[in-house]
């Protein structure tokens, strides 16, 4: 009898809630979430352009900056369209499919943004430990190969999930308790052994998440080595100096990721608490790289000036 009461919850259709337990003011959420999602956009995109005019930045590093710029404007616009309908007009539902195509691309898009991040950090220590040979091996055509690997990877882990999902037959509620369709919100809905994608949601993590932290750590081991071993101060501070804008962003997507993705899994913070911290975790980031780089590169902050005024 159970299986017939739950037999018609095969979804077509879900609803998202936003932040759960907080419903009566995330009216006045939506403000300050827009205003991120507004610089994310016009940073990215100010970067994006300064980044193609300004020859003097036709370098590794400020091509995976571009390519960074680019994934996090398709992040802004797979979230931040639905979640401030959700808030300011109470347009809650959604198809499963679109909400399936929304988690592929916004996993997608993370795991491509981490694997950016550990080409990055490759290019500091080919930059820092190997500087002769480092236009050589960061050639043009190695730069798009990287590209290509780093989002052929997250295309295929990820869009396993979407897939396992869809295939699911069963469920206990049409109701997400978030702001957007995520993996592990979607598969609690599940009247049935959910253990396969559990796992894979696992494998996914560590198969992008933790190898290419793992490796950013031992780039920055390798580097802070080379540069401890430099003779002078002053050179020591010009090639740490190199550095800090990469940290800086590493730092802050890797913390906020993975206290996002343990709490959900494993935590016991309250549900608003965790959405909130999510929500931040993928909007925040990309306002930020503007302003961290900008601070750092002097033909950024001027090619800025010259846009904005």
């Known amino acids: ?25 995330q009216f006045w959420i939506g403000f300050p979430f827009l205003g991120v999602c507004l610089l994310a956009l016009l940073g990215n995109i100010f970067l994006l352009i300064i980044i193609a005019t300004e020859r003097s930045l036709h370098q590794p590093m400020y091509i995976f900056l571009a390519v960074l710029a680019a994934t996090d404007l398709g992040l802004c616009v797979a979230i931040a369209p639905k979640m401030l309908a959700i808030f300011w007009f109470g347009s809650c539902s ?22 950016i991040l550990l080409a990055m950090a490759f290019d500091r220590y080919v930059a820092i430990c190997d500087p002769l040979r480092h236009t050589s091996i960061l050639t043009p055509v190695f730069l798009i190969q990287m590209v290509l690997m780093v989002a052929i990877r997250a295309t295929v882990l990820v869009g396993i999930l979407p897939i396992l999902l869809k295939g699911l037959q069963l469920f206990q509620s049409v109701i997400i308790a978030h ?20 796992s894979h949601g696992l494998f996914v993590a560590f198969a992008i998440l933790g190898f290419d932290m793992i490796f950013v750590f031992i780039s920055y081991i ?15 501070l010009k090639a740490f100096h190199t550095c800090t804008s990469h940290i800086a962003i590493f730092l802050e997507f890797y913390i906020l ?18 959405i909130l911290l999510s929500t931040i975790y993928l909007l925040v980031p990309p306002a930020l790289n503007l302003i961290v780089y900008g601070v750092k590169t002097k033909e950024i902050r001027r090619r800025v000036a010259q846009l904005v005024f």
């Open 222 to 236: 390798l580097i802070f080595q080379a540069v401890f071993h430099l003779p002078h101060k002053a050179a020591r």
């Open 179 to 198: 702001s957007y369709c995520e993996h592990m919100a979607v598969v609690k809905l599940a009247a049935e052994d959910v253990h396969i994608n559990k």
């Open 94 to 115: 959604m198809s499963f499919d679109a909400c399936l195509t929304q988690l592929f691309f916004i996993h997608a898009l993370q795991g491509t943004e981490s694997g």
């Open 1 to 25: 009898m159970g299986s017939t009461n739950m037999s018609y919850l095969n979804l077509k259709t879900v609803i998202l809630i936003g932040i759960p337990g907080l419903e009566h003011v």
């Open 257 to 274: 990721a993975f206290f996002s993705f343990f709490s959900h899994r494993f935590g016991h913070i309250s549900p608003y608490a965790h």
